[in-house]
């Protein structure tokens, strides 16, 4: 497993990091869900992503339960909050209030002192921008959170937050969690170019694309019944005949180089520099060793090209 900074700090995460979006605490059963994180720190992967909101709470007992076993500074572990953890009007968003009671039970929770990265889970236009941040800076001061993070922010609400920071020389954000993959490129216009001019670097999810860069969906009239996408109908709507024609060319470049689809989709991702880290899901631990193959994986020029053109 190779390692990358994160950012413009000097915090260094594994390429593959592992997370529990729609897998842990629910979905997956708990003893895959417990190999997979085993199997994970075994093959070096030192980065693991929950949140309060997945399975409202039960995916971070369980990351945090299983994270024990290990020595605290031998792994990178990040939580969110924004989303709604409860019924009353200040039970969601970016407030000082909110923020601060998720990250008390986050860490109640994770049965952990303090967590790596703390992630704003969304923008909250109900909040000023200095209170969510003076927020989280008096949590870095007290040492229960280490990095600050944001997660599908604009550009723009990026540099103003970047702004505010400095105005008033609080912690600033050093990683973005945003969605990038093949088919998801949004990223690369404006929040690319203005984190590497500001030191700050990206944690991807859904790098293959809920698993249709894996070439396991062959048609959209066939999806297999143990998929998720057979339960999620959001997720098939991303699956359409078209990107499967795609992944079926790209399978190709895949072959010629003796290394899987989705291993090539993620060196495809990690070619850009300013990106740390691919965050992956997993229900089986057979799927964390598969996709810690694409650590290290280069690209030639050429190869690029070719999938740039069948990307267009």
Same mark, same amino acid.
């Given at each position: ?27 997956? $059963? ?8 085993? %199997? &994970? ?27 024990? &076993? ?8 990040? %939580?969110? &909050? ?42 909250? &236009? ?45 912690? !600033? ?40 860069? %894996? ?17 999620? $109908? ?16 790209? $399978? ?31 229900? !089986? ?12 994986? $280069? ?14």
């Amino acid at each position: 497993m190779k390692y990358r900074r994160l950012g413009g700090s000097g915090l260094k995460v594994s390429e593959i990091s592992l997370g529990s979006w729609l897998t842990y605490g629910g979905y997956v $059963e708990r003893e895959n869900a417990v190999n997979s994180i085993k %199997t &994970a720190y075994d093959l070096g992967i030192n980065f693991f992503d929950t949140a309060n909101v997945y399975e409202k709470g039960a995916a971070e007992e369980l990351v945090g339960e299983t994270l024990k &076993a290990y020595p605290r500074e031998s792994y990178v572990l990040a %939580t969110k &909050a924004f989303w709604p953890m409860g019924d009353g009007p200040n039970d969601r968003g970016l407030s000082r209030k909110h923020i601060m009671e998720q990250v008390h039970a986050s860490l109640k929770r994770l049965k952990h002192d303090y967590v790596d990265i703390f992630y704003c889970h969304r923008h909250d &236009a109900e909040t000023p921008l200095e209170e969510t941040l003076r927020a989280i800076d008096d949590l870095v001061r007290q040492g229960k959170v280490l990095y600050v993070g944001v997660s599908e922010w604009q550009a723009s609400q990026i540099a103003e937050a970047l702004g505010v920071a400095d105005r008033y020389l609080l912690d !600033r954000i050093v990683v973005n969690q945003p969605e990038y993959n093949m088919f998801n490129r949004y990223i690369e216009k404006e929040i690319m170019p203005l984190s590497e001019r500001s030191g700050i670097g990206q944690v991807v999810f859904c790098p293959l694309a809920q698993g249709l860069l %894996t070439g396991k969906y062959t048609s959209v009239s066939d999806i297999p019944q143990d998929s998720r996408a057979a339960k999620l $109908e959001w997720m098939r709507k991303g699956i359409t005949e078209e990107k499967i024609n795609k992944v079926k060319q790209l $399978e190709g470049i895949a072959g010629e180089l003796g290394i899987s689809m989705g291993n090539l989709a993620l060196a495809w991702i990690l070619r850009n520099r300013n990106v740390a880290s691919a965050l992956v899901g997993a229900s !089986r631990p057979e799927q964390v060793t598969e996709n810690a193959k694409a650590s290290g994986v $280069e690209l030639s020029e050429d190869v690029l090209n070719r999938i740039e053109d069948i990307l267009k």
